[in-house]
């Protein structure tokens, strides 16, 4: 039996039902890695087919992942397997210790995908190309970006090379390849899924999150994920909810925002009028709509760049060649310590990691602190004290995931501020911690993915759980696969 | 200090490493002297993905130093990362607190040359230390056993003005910190460090000079010689010529104090300071010390050195200066007013002179305190040694000698008397006869001393101390030998 498409819950009922094993599943799932990424190069480290961690556990009682392979970002610490955030200057870095999101995972006897997803270096970009691995393709279509930072995740769930992938969203990384490769991708509130393990970008921003094939298997992981974690002190000690019950709830009675500043010039007119069909849909579904307004949207995308560049010029400081990774060779000439910093930091970054700390390290610098990161974080509460007043009125908030399908490989490597325009829509949930999820809407003429974007009050994933679950299941776009021809 | 009719302005940073169990952010121990690196994690070694848990009992403590200098220590706080490279700081940025610290605006009353002084504290704030770098044939190795230890950075006004002062800041800075019990405060181990900010200035300006900062001090003392020839090299330079135009040509910069050659050496000026970069660790959100939460360390202080010393004065009849000998340092301050109680009666002189005469040197003589002193049969062989030799039952000398005896030898004071018969005689009557006998045997010293000269009466109670081996009074010896002469002629 072929299996390698099928979702989670679909596998866990099959193994119940003692069709399949977890070996048969890794085992077809590695021969479909073999035979496609070739071309979607949705993992790193991949030639000879993937591997499962051995220590994963497979719990005599069944986990809610049991068997179920996972594929995780290259930023998210594996215990023994390299984790190089697709960077040279982490070259050859396998953590002691697993990300407390992979002892959840393992806990619930998902298997481990060794072999890790691709990115954009340090989840600098929107595209996965700025990867030291090079680019990863969209299945939909090759010439195509899978979106990024966390591209590979999301191409390697949408080619059918694992059954969930986990991603990291610091200002819109999973729901935007999730809308580019045609997945459901959540980024939780922040503090619901812990960080220990996740090589930061941007701290006060960054989640880690599940990109799935559907909305039951991205609440089903979220379970797993989820919850406090004593290890970092921004998870919050709330219990975790039952995701799935979630699931079939119904729309009826739930209001959903529609923010005027989103559909405006800028977003794409084919996927406008696919997200006008799908509120439509919803409408038919018994959800009523409320137009809302957040006014200070325009301030998202530099506020973003103020904030993350910041703490990523702090956060990317310890990487200096002197404990792990990459070190440049130096002469023992006078001052070969700094002299050792400077080249291991000056070859071991790429392009777009070099824009981002000399960005951060300015804004942070004495002097420009007070005009720069201190009106951000201002600004950014203004942002969030908008999503407060629209949450007074509405139960979540639609819009579009991307004002555009996927672009062209190297369209937009020459132009970074094109590039960052297209998180203009995702990176407000990561400033005002909310979480928002990315689910299937559509496909444009030339066949490439459509994502609508739903948004919530903190801690009110359900509620996403409950509208997503209800439109992917009264249309066909979750069902659809790429045809991966080149 | 005044020297050419100008003043050295001073400021202390006092650094103190908390004696917690574990680091500041992670679960490793703090334990001194293990193998290197023996005790680190990912948290402490800085690596990817990894962050930081406060340790709640370093935040603590660090609200029982505020509290205990006198500090406001305000509801809200948090940590800041300060950055510079440096391959003993893992991450390449310290956790440590800039516009929030944990306490601010407090003081420490200070004693010194005679006169009492009230230091202001700007502010105490809590970070991690940094590793260990060693040199080593060509090549630096580094320790990171220290690295993530609770640090407490204590920063005093600009209020010290002599090296002087300085001294009796850090002794009494010292001696809170000890009685809290929340560092071992050892120089030589570096759990107590401190950096030094010497301006100077005319005698009678309100502005301030040019501020050199002075590191590497790594003892009390050196502290007071660094700022010693730092000061006076400052004026020497700026009263060179008698030229009063020079003033302000001092430059900013940061200096190293070499004890060796006693001299401080520039290590960086202004123009390459550093741009720290402070920001608020994001991995870390701010800490709310409720009301009742300070009221509760509060409660919870013991009593301060301060407040000790004034309680001896009033309790036990001390004077200031006995009382703040003894309060110097905690065990020995417990140890003392542990023997004041238990010393009989309402007046403790006899005990307080011991304390601060025999038994201090004695310590001092092994390099330890006098509660280290190891007294065969506790308090109260010393107690009753202090006793005897007070009423006069046993000579100051030989109850000195009792006291080294008895240390060295492990044996209790009170046997020591008893097998060397030492119990003075103060009976007169028993006295008498070997009174008379040295009468007769020196009948010179006694008619000199009947013609006048009294100095003779000293060598005839010489005698009857020899007849006695050393165990009559003195005293008493005298009165006899007076009463006999007299009444013989």
């Not at chain 1, 609440?219 to 219990?239: E, N």
């Not at chain 2, 603590?60 to 505020?66: L, M, P, Q």
């Not at chain 2, 107590?192 to 001090?217: H, P, Q, W, Y």
Request: charged share 25%; aromatic share 8%; glycine share 8%.
């Amino acid at each position: 039996m072929q299996v390698f498409g099928l979702t989670a819950h679909e596998l866990r009922r099959l193994q119940e039902a003692g069709q399949v094993r977890p070996d048969e599943i890794v085992s077809q799932l590695s021969e479909r890695a073999r035979q496609v990424d070739g071309k979607v190069c949705a993992y790193v480290r991949s030639d000879t087919g993937l591997s499962v961690d051995p220590s994963s556990a497979h719990a005599p009682a069944a986990g809610l992942l049991e068997g179920v392979p996972v594929s995780i970002k290259d930023n998210i610490c594996t215990e023994g397997f390299l984790t190089e955030c697709c960077s040279r200057i982490l070259a050859g870095f396998k953590p002691p210790y697993d990300a407390t999101v992979i002892k959840k995972l393992k806990a619930a006897g998902a298997s481990i995908i060794t072999q890790k997803t691709n990115m954009d270096e340090f989840a600098f970009g929107s595209s996965t190309e700025n990867s030291c691995f090079g680019p990863t393709h969209n299945p939909w279509d090759l010439q195509k970006v899978p979106g990024g930072s966390s591209g590979g995740s999301a191409a390697s769930v949408a080619a059918d090379e694992a059954i969930i992938a986990l991603g990291s969203d610091t200002g819109g990384s999973i729901r935007q390849p999730a809308a580019f490769c045609g997945v459901v991708g959540l980024k939780p509130t922040y503090g619901r899924v812990s960080r220990y393990g996740l090589i930061a970008f941007a701290s006060s921003l960054d989640q880690i999150g599940p990109l799935s094939k559907d909305v039951r298997d991205c609440a089903l992981a979220m379970k797993v994920i989820a919850g406090f974690d004593p290890q970092d002190s921004t998870s919050v000690d709330l219990p975790v909810p039952d995701y799935t019950a979630a699931l079939d709830k119904g729309i009826k009675g739930l209001t959903v925002g529609i923010p005027s500043e989103y559909f405006v010039a800028g977003l794409d007119p084919e996927v406008k009028s696919i997200l006008q069909e799908a509120i439509a849909k919803i409408k038919s579904l018994g959800g009523s709509f409320q137009e809302v307004s957040l006014p200070h949207t325009e301030y998202a995308v530099p506020v973003y760049y103020i904030i993350a560049t910041a703490e990523a010029s702090s956060n990317l400081a310890r990487f200096d060649g002197v404990q792990y990774g990459f070190r440049a060779p130096v002469s023992s000439a006078a001052n070969s310590m700094i002299e050792m910093y400077k080249h291991t930091r000056g070859k071991g970054f790429g392009e777009e990691a070099k824009r981002r700390i000399l960005l951060g390290t300015f804004s942070l610098s004495h002097g420009y602190y007070d005009a720069y990161y201190l009106r951000a974080l201002k600004v950014r509460t203004l942002i969030k004290n908008d999503f407060d007043a629209a949450f007074k009125v509405c139960d979540c908030i639609l819009t579009p995931t991307s004002p555009t399908p996927a672009f062209g490989i190297g369209e937009k490597m020459e132009d970074p501020l094109q590039m960052y325009l297209s998180d203009i829509y995702t990176i407000s949930a990561n400033l005002s911690g909310i979480p928002a999820i990315s689910v299937p809407c559509g496909f444009t003429a030339a066949g490439l993915p459509v994502g609508m974007q739903l948004l919530a009050k903190p801690f009110a994933e359900e509620t996403l759980f409950t509208v997503a679950h209800a439109y992917e299941q009264a249309t066909p776009w979750h069902t659809s696969k790429p045809s991966l021809a080149e | 200090m005044e020297y050419k009719g100008y003043e050295i302005v001073v400021g202390l940073e006092v650094h103190v490493q908390l004696n917690t169990k574990t680091k500041a952010f992670c679960g490793c121990s703090t334990d001194f002297g293990n193998a290197p690196n023996s005790q680190t994690c990912p948290v402490c070694l800085g690596f990817p993905g990894s962050l930081p848990v406060l340790n709640k009992v370093a935040l603590e403590y660090a609200v029982k130093v505020g509290l205990a200098l006198n500090c406001q220590v305000p509801e809200f706080t948090k940590f800041d990362r300060k950055h510079y490279y440096y391959p003993d700081l893992p991450k390449n940025y310290q956790i440590s607190q800039y516009d929030f610290p944990v306490a601010k605006k407090g003081f420490l009353n200070i004693e010194a040359e005679g006169m009492s002084k009230r230091i202001g504290i700007t502010r105490v704030h809590l970070e991690e230390d940094a590793g260990k770098l060693m040199h080593k044939e060509g090549a630096s190795l580094v320790d990171f056993n220290r690295t993530g230890i609770p640090l407490l950075e204590i920063v005093s006004e600009p209020d010290i003005r002599s090296p002087l002062e300085a001294y009796a800041y850090l002794t009494a800075l010292k001696s809170v910190v000890e009685y809290l019990d929340v560092s071992d405060c050892d120089m030589e181990k570096g759990s107590l460090r401190c950096d030094a900010n010497i301006s100077v200035r005319r005698k009678g300006d309100t502005s301030f000079g040019t501020k050199i900062e002075l590191k590497n001090m790594n003892s009390f003392k050196g502290v007071k010689d660094a700022l010693e020839y730092e000061g006076k090299s400052q004026i020497d330079f700026l009263t060179q010529d008698n030229d009063p135009t020079i003033v302000g040509l001092l430059s900013q910069e940061t200096k190293l104090w070499d004890p060796k050659k006693g001299i401080t050496v520039t290590m960086r000026t202004k123009e390459e300071a550093k741009d720290y970069r402070y920001f608020p660790d994001p991995d870390l959100p701010p800490f709310i010390i409720t009301q009742q939460k300070r009221e509760e360390i509060r409660g919870s202080l013991p009593e301060l050195p301060e407040a000790k010393k004034e309680r001896l004065v009033k309790e036990y009849g001390l004077s200031l200066y006995d009382a703040g000998v003894l309060v110097a340092d905690k065990k020995g301050a417990d140890f003392s007013e542990a023997c004041l109680k238990a010393y009989p009666g309402n007046d403790k002189k006899p005990m307080v002179n011991w304390l601060i005469g025999p038994l201090l040197s004695e310590a001092n003589s092994r390099n330890t305190g006098i509660a280290d002193l190891v007294i065969p049969g506790g308090i109260e062989e010393l107690v009753g040694l202090v006793r005897l030799a007070a009423e006069e039952k046993i000579s100051h000398l030989s109850a000195k000698s009792v006291l080294s005896e008895s240390l060295a030898g492990g044996t209790e004071a009170s046997r020591i008397i008893k097998d060397k018969n030492l119990i003075q005689i103060s009976d007169s009557g028993a006295l008498e006869g070997a009174a008379d006998e040295a009468i007769k045997e020196n009948p010179k010293s006694a008619q000199d001393y009947l013609q006048g000269k009294t100095g003779a009466l000293m060598f005839l109670v010489g005698q009857v101390m020899r007849k006695t081996g050393g165990r009559a009074n003195p005293k008493v010896v005298q009165e006899v030998l007076k009463r006999r002469l007299e009444h013989a002629h």
